[in-house]
């Protein structure tokens, strides 16, 4: 649903829905170590650095719940986040150039290709793409794989505050998206700094995974 036609109502029940209690579930370093689901859930994923933990933060209005560093690679398991037990937020491996052996990155691809492929529970996986760069090879890459496991996709346009050409890269990325099967057609923009987007995006995820019964 475009985020114009949310109701306001479902804005304020996702305002209310992210300000509650979120608990760090367990973090899956293998496949094994996956939770059982108990609730809808919402991944993210991107490269290395591009901002999923800061992304992660400021939609809960925390600091630290999802730890954010200027090293590429930090996190290197598949993290759970419990929004009350109604939503689940899932934190992926960054991919990329995060610095890290070649051994530990197929370990990271199978984990993040089981998990996409096995996981019922999940409603929608977002996308991170740093919006001073646009789409890089191995996005396109992580784009392929979700097309091939049929798991819904929308890309999400980090850093927008830094980006001096935010408009041509959102073109570029919309064009890019009608080639992917499994991709929502239209990027979000937003900017964790800032807060623009947040909002929406909060209200885009509560009305895409959350029970609203």
Not at 27 to 54: H, Y
Not at 61 to 84: D, H, M, V, W, Y
Not at 86 to 97: I, T
Not at 114 to 142: I, N, P, Q, T, W
Request: charged share 25%; hydrophobic share 40%; net charge neutral.
């Amino acid at each position: 649903m475009p985020e114009t036609q949310l109701s306001a109502e479902t804005q304020e029940r996702a305002r209310k829905l992210f300000a509650g209690p979120c608990d760090f579930v367990a973090g899956a370093a293998q496949i094994d170590m996956i939770p059982l689901p108990d609730a809808p859930e919402v991944a993210f994923a991107g490269r290395s650095n591009v901002g999923k933990s800061s992304l992660i933060n400021a939609l809960t209005g925390r600091k630290s719940l999802a730890r954010t560093s200027n090293t590429p690679g930090r996190t290197q398991q598949i993290n759970f986040f419990s929004l009350g037990g109604r939503l689940c937020l899932v934190d992926m491996p960054g991919y990329g150039h995060a610095q890290v052996s070649r051994g530990q990155k197929e370990e990271w691809r199978a984990l993040i290709h089981h998990y996409l492929r096995e996981r019922a529970s999940l409603r929608c996986v977002f996308l991170l793409v740093d919006s001073r760069h646009g789409l890089k090879d191995s996005d396109e890459e992580m784009m392929d794989i979700l097309d091939s496991v049929a798991a819904p996709y929308r890309v999400v346009l980090t850093k927008m505050d830094r980006a001096e050409n935010t408009a041509e890269i959102v073109s570029r990325t919309r064009e890019a998206l009608q080639k992917h099967t499994a991709a929502f057609p239209e990027p979000v923009v937003t900017s964790s700094y800032e807060g623009h987007g947040i909002a929406d995006l909060r209200s885009t995820i509560f009305a895409l995974a959350a029970d609203e019964s």
